[in-house]
């Protein structure tokens, strides 16, 4: 895994590990941070992927 | 003799104000100077007005909540509040000194708990207050950083499709002015807020005003004009650590990361939760710089900023400790 996308994970799970002790009102605030952060991990793990295969593409064929 | 107790320190709450508005004045200004937008003194200026317009914008919540949210009340004397500010301005000049960008309001609440304590013991933190704050102590950085991501991911979209990148960075430069005008909206809502707080305590605590009463319009005005000249004296120290050392930013960036930091203070500001202006500013430009590359971050500095974080309430709230037993073994 890339280290950005791990840094993302990382931030998800902190967010996640906040809901219980927040208070119920503003619990939703953990929850909407943790969830940006997993579509960020995912984003960043599937453009890292992207970059791969095009520079796998581009790369000179022996 | 109270009286005059009470005007000290609301001199000092006030030049707690002054220094937050001089220490945070780089928050809002690092990238609209640095990339020459505007000159320092203009900047300043127009981060100093919209420090000032904030009472027009936000409540009063925040101010409550350092009031009556932190420690109980009942405990809060004089002495009580001038050793907290005394441990909140200490630990804000060492942290200067340095050149850290800490927090003036976790320094704040650090003060005024270890004052507290050391008065009435640890029954007198108020737990659900403190939970809230710890909470967002940790979330505020994440929320900038996220949002600044989200942005910046956004308007690389918009660049990408766009093609006029000349055309797009002139009207970066220019939406610089706006995003500054946010975030230094933000910084005076939540910012001075603390400060009003810390009045209003200091008033309940000496019997001039009963627990629960709103504040009244010459502290919200006065904590406005203080913080406003503060940050019109402008503190440059913290611009560089704030403007290029964590990442370098452009005017795009400056934009996305000013401009979610100002979305986080506006929220937390509306639900009358008192956050670090500096770490929610300081997780969105990480934020924005991760967009690029991890390595784009220096997480040296980074991690200097965390340290400085983690260190912040303790810190001023030994200061405070040891200023309320000299307080209390002089009286």
């Known amino acids: ?62 | 003799m109270e009286l005059a107790g009470v005007i000290i320190v609301i001199g000092i709450a006030l030049a707690f104000d002054f220094v937050n508005g001089f220490h945070d004045a780089a928050n809002s200004i690092a990238t609209v100077v640095s990339t020459r937008v505007l000159s320092p003194r203009l900047a300043v200026m127009w981060a100093a007005f919209f420090n000032f317009v904030a009472f027009l914008v936000f409540g009063t919540v925040v101010a409550a909540t350092i009031a009556t949210g932190v420690v109980d009340p009942d405990v809060l004397s004089i002495g009580v509040v001038f050793a907290g500010l005394i441990g909140a301005i200490g630990w804000n000049l060492i942290t200067f000194y340095l050149g850290l960008p800490t927090s003036s309001s976790h320094a704040l609440v650090g003060g005024i708990a270890g004052a507290a304590v050391a008065k009435g013991g640890f029954q007198v933190l108020i737990a659900s207050g403190l939970q809230k704050i710890g909470v967002f102590i940790l979330l505020s950085p994440l929320i900038g950083l996220a949002l600044a991501t989200v942005v910046m991911i956004g308007v690389m979209w918009g660049v990408h499709r766009h093609r006029n990148v000349a055309r797009l960075n002139r009207g970066f430069r220019h939406a610089q002015l706006v995003s500054a005008a946010a975030f230094s909206l933000g910084h005076g809502g939540n910012d001075a807020q603390k400060t009003m707080g810390v009045i209003l305590a200091v008033l309940i605590g000496s019997g001039y005003l009963p627990v629960g009463s709103d504040v009244p319009l010459w502290v919200v005005l006065s904590a406005h004009t203080a913080i406003g000249l503060g940050t019109l004296s402008g503190g440059w120290r913290i611009v560089k650590t704030m403007g290029s050392k964590i990442t370098r930013l452009q005017p795009v960036g400056g934009v996305a990361a000013e401009s979610a930091a100002a979305a986080t203070l506006f929220f937390t500001s509306h639900a009358g939760i008192p956050v670090s202006t500096t770490h929610t500013i300081t997780g969105a430009i990480v934020g924005v710089g991760a967009t690029r590359r991890l390595s784009a971050v220096r997480w040296g500095v980074a991690s200097r900023v965390v340290w400085a974080w983690i260190v912040t309430i303790p810190g001023a709230w030994l200061i405070a400790t040891v200023t309320y037993m000299i307080v209390a073994a002089l009286s």
């Open chain 1, 1 to 62: 895994m890339d280290r950005r996308a791990g840094f993302f994970l990382v931030a998800a799970v902190i967010a996640a590990v906040l809901v219980p002790v927040t208070e119920a009102g503003d619990r939703w605030v953990p929850i909407a941070v943790s969830i940006t952060y997993l579509v960020l991990a995912v984003a960043s793990w599937a453009d890292r992927r992207t970059r791969r295969a095009e520079h796998r593409r581009s790369a000179p064929s022996p």
